[in-house]
């Protein structure tokens, strides 16, 4: 059992919305994320949602799932993209992220990840562009693809940001993520 940090401190600036993240390496499977909460008036609160852990096969890769968040001009990475739960967006900018993993470092030569934004149920890609490939840290065998496009031109209603992994300029794999733009 993975117990996070024992408090978050509340938002100094007074929004009534409070954020925390927590990575968990874990088997493949299903599993239920239970968090509890109190505030400083003593209001107590839970919440359980059913989770299943797994990576998709792209050829010599597996793949975390296609992570989207939105906000300003600031460069996606794991650490930085606030991830939407949803799919409702509202910034400037859709930030996607999703993780590579291989058996050997040079298994990404040649690799590329390229962006995609498509009306819900339409083919018209309505924008693109590459991801950025990048290590995730001390192990070479994983990769992380990061970028961002301009969503605040976009109409409101639902889109799919698509990621396509190509080894060589082929498709190996994609990974898609239903969102929906909605203006503040």
Known sequence: MFRGPPSVDAPKDGSPTQTCFATLIVEPGPYTLKAAVVDAKGRRGSLERPVRAFMTRMAR?????????????QPPTANTI?????????????HAYM????????????????LEI???????IVDAADAVLQPTGPDSRVRAAAGSLKISLLPRGPYVARAIVAVDGKAVGDMIRAFRIGKP
């Open 61 to 73: 890769f597996r793949a975390t799932q296609l992570m989207i968040g939105d906000g300003e001009a």
């Open 82 to 94: 606030v991830p939407t739960v949803t799919g409702a967006l509202s910034g400037e900018r859709l």
């Open 99 to 114: 993780e590579l993993f291989a058996d050997t470092p040079a298994s990404f030569e040649g690799t590329s990840v390229r």
């Open 118 to 124: 498509v009306p819900e149920g339409g083919t018209t």
